[in-house]
């Protein structure tokens, strides 16, 4: 059995926890969602991707079940970015940048580490939490979220296009091959792909690298080229 109380982590809101002992491999509790697209941010904070099939779920923000508890599970830490991740010279985050890798490492070391429930590959369980080590009475639950949620998270709340643009190359969300870009595996045109980012066609970041008098797909490349 677990509860909701307030999370021991600052400023976390509510997280899990147990009402008895586990031991590992025990099941703990389900994620309680439905396959649907995200509309929202509230959306994607209760949101999930499945490896085992690629598709999104959104768990409950209310409580329905007692053992429905696994979305009010917190990650142990968060991955965000600040200032001191841009690059010293064109004050970007770059997908090439040590710093923001070894960032990201730590993020996910740590993660891992503190992280005690877990899902399990067995596709018939695919919304069932299990104890990934043993679990005291009173415990707080947390669950390893990935540097890819953090991210996603990051580019839907960033006002800045092109800390937009590098959320969704490093999620590998955006690919552009031969002169087409694809997004999420789909075929999208170089006007949409500006709209996406909130990138007018002769905004402050076009005049500003002097693209005004490319074509769409060529400034798109470049805005691409100069995060790599």
């Given amino acids: 059995m677990t509860t909701i109380n307030r999370s021991l982590i600052e400023n976390a809101g509510y997280g899990v926890f147990t009402t008895r002992k586990y031991k590992k491999g025990d099941f703990v509790c389900f994620y309680d969602c439905e396959e649907k697209q995200i509309l929202s941010l509230t959306d994607f904070t209760y949101s999930i991707k499945l490896p085992f099939n690629n598709k999104c779920y959104v768990g409950y923000s209310n409580l329905r079940t007692q053992d429905g508890t696994g979305q009010f599970i917190n990650d142990y830490c968060m991955f965000n970015l600040n200032d001191d991740d841009r690059d010293d010279e064109t004050g970007l985050f770059k997908i090439t940048s040590t710093k923001i890798n070894n960032k990201i490492k730590n993020y996910i070391d740590t993660s891992n580490s503190y992280s005690n429930v877990g899902f399990t590959n067995d596709?018939?369980?695919?919304?069932?939490?299990?104890?990934?080590?043993?679990?005291?009475?009173?415990?707080?639950?947390?669950?390893?979220?990935?540097?890819?949620?953090?991210i996603t998270n990051i580019q839907l709340t960033t006002d800045e296009p092109l800390t937009r643009l590098y959320c969704l190359l490093?999620?590998?969300a955006i690919i552009i091959?031969?002169?087409?870009?694809?997004?999420?595996?789909?075929?999208?045109?170089?006007?949409y792909a500006m709209q996406i980012l909130q990138i007018l066609p002769?905004?402050?970041?076009?005049?500003?690298f002097l693209l005004g008098n490319n074509k769409n797909i060529d400034k798109v490349k470049y805005l691409v080229r100069i995060l790599l």
């Avoid at 596709?123 to 953090?150: C, M, P, Q, R, S």
């Avoid at 091959?177 to 006007?191: C, G, H, M, R, V």
């Avoid at 002769?202 to 500003?208: D, L, T």
């Fill in 123 to 150: 596709i018939t369980k695919i919304f069932k939490l299990y104890a990934l080590k043993d679990i005291n009475e009173n415990e707080e639950l947390y669950l390893h979220y990935g540097v890819d949620y953090w």
């Fill in 202 to 208: 002769n905004g402050y970041i076009i005049n500003h």
């Fill in 177 to 191: 091959k031969k002169n087409k870009i694809y997004l999420e595996n789909n075929i999208i045109t170089p006007e």
């Fill in 170 to 172: 490093k999620n590998k």
